[in-house]
């Protein structure tokens, strides 16, 4: 369907999360079937592969000031 096909693309800068909940990750690539995320765990810089049907697209909220 195309909502699944819209999730399946992902850009460097998009910003995801597993849709099983979980950290907002950033997308660094996207390389064949794998997307390759970063994120922070605390200072801890994280990442990951994910499949893409396992992402869904995810907006962040600025920080208050």
Do not use: H
């Not at 997308?27 to 990442?47: H, M, P, T």
């Amino acid at each position: 369907m195309d909502s699944n096909k819209l999730n399946q693309e992902f850009k460097t800068g998009d910003t995801v999360q597993l849709k099983s909940g979980g950290p907002i990750m950033t997308v660094k690539e996207q390389s064949g079937r794998d997307v390759y995320c970063q994120w922070f765990a605390g200072k801890k810089l994280e990442f990951g592969y994910f499949t893409p049907d396992s992402l869904i697209r995810s907006s962040v909220n600025e920080k208050g000031k």
